[in-house]
C-alpha cells in the first residue's frame, strides 16, 4: 500500500517508514504536471493494501529543478518521485518496491526509458532500472560508463503483471562494495565491486525518459507505470512481501 498527499507534490511515506526515514518528494516539481503521479485503486493493478501509485509520462511533460536543471532543456522526460534522505558510504541496505508495467506499453529504443534508480548527491546515477531493449535491466554505472548490464525480466514476461523486486546492497567507493537482485524470490543479478563514487545515494522511481533524439516515435508515446511496497530496511525479513 502507498499512502501519498493529494496534491502529489509533497512528501510521501510508504507504509512503515517510521524508522527508516524513507520518505519522498517530487522529483523536479517545477512545472511537474498533476497527471503524472497519483494514487490508484481497483480495479486498476494494486499489489498490496488497497491502493497502489500511478506513474504517468506524456510527450512535453518536461520539469525543472530548484537549482537550476530543465529537463526540457537537455532532451528528457520524466515523472519520479525522490527519496528525500540517503544511503552512505559504508551502510548496507535491502530495498525492495513492486512494478506494473501495462499491456499497452511501447518499449522506445534506444531513447532510454528508467522505471527507478539510485542517483548520488553531486554525481552521476550508478544503477539504473533500464527498459533497453525491452523487458527490465539492471544497469550498474562507474563514474562515465556503464560497467554490468544483466537482464532481469525478459520482454515477453514484464508486461501485464506484478514484478516484486528486491534488491540488497552495501553502499561502497571501494572493492568490498556488492549489489544482489532478487525478481519473484529468484536470484537475478550479482554484483561485486564500488557501489558508488560520491558519499551518498539515494532512491528515485517513476518513469524518466531521456536522449529523446534518438527516436522520433518518442514524441507520440505516453507511458504508464504502477509501483508499490517501496520499502527499505536492514534485513531481507524488512522489505519482503508477505502474500
Known amino acids: 500500500m502507498i499512502i501519498i498527499c493529494a496534491s502529489a507534490l509533497c512528501g510521501f511515506s510508504p507504509e512503515g517508514d517510521d524508522v527508516s526515514g524513507w520518505r519522498f518528494v517530487r522529483s523536479l516539481p517545477i512545472n511537474a504536471p498533476l497527471h503524472g503521479v497519483g494514487t490508484a485503486h481497483p480495479p486498476l493493478p494494486v499489489r498490496s493494501g488497497g491502493s497502489s501509485l500511478r506513474f504517468e509520462v506524456r510527450p512535453g511533460d518536461c520539469s525543472r529543478g530548484k537549482h537550476g536543471w530543465d529537463d526540457c532543456e537537455n532532451d528528457r522526460q520524466r515523472t519520479e518521485m525522490k527519496q528525500a534522505g540517503y544511503q552512505r558510504h559504508g551502510e548496507t541496505w535491502w530495498h525492495a518496491f513492486s512494478l506494473y508495467v501495462p499491456e499497452t506499453h511501447q518499449n522506445v529504443w534506444p531513447a532510454k526509458l528508467s522505471f527507478a534508480q539510485f542517483h548520488q548527491e553531486g554525481a552521476k546515477p550508478v544503477i539504473m532500472f ?4 525491452g523487458g527490465l535491466w539492471l544497469d550498474i554505472h562507474d563514474a562515465d560508463r556503464t560497467i554490468r548490464l544483466s537482464r532481469l525480466i525478459d520482454a515477453s514476461d514484464l508486461r501485464g503483471r506484478w514484478h516484486d523486486i528486491v534488491m540488497q546492497a552495501r553502499w561502497s567507493r571501494q572493492a568490498d562494495g556488492f549489489v544482489r537482485i532478487w525478481v519473484g524470490g529468484q536470484k537475478r543479478a550479482d554484483y561485486l565491486g564500488p557501489t558508488m563514487t560520491a558519499e551518498k545515494v539515494y532512491f528515485k522511481f517513476g518513469l524518466y525518459r ?28 524488512d522489505v519482503e512481501l508477505v502474500n
Open 130 to 133: 533500464q527498459n533497453h531493449k
Open 210 to 237: 531521456s536522449h529523446l533524439g534518438r527516436n522520433a516515435k518518442v514524441g507520440s508515446v505516453t507511458h504508464t507505470a504502477y509501483f508499490d511496497h517501496v520499502v527499505r530496511g536492514r534485513t531481507r525479513a
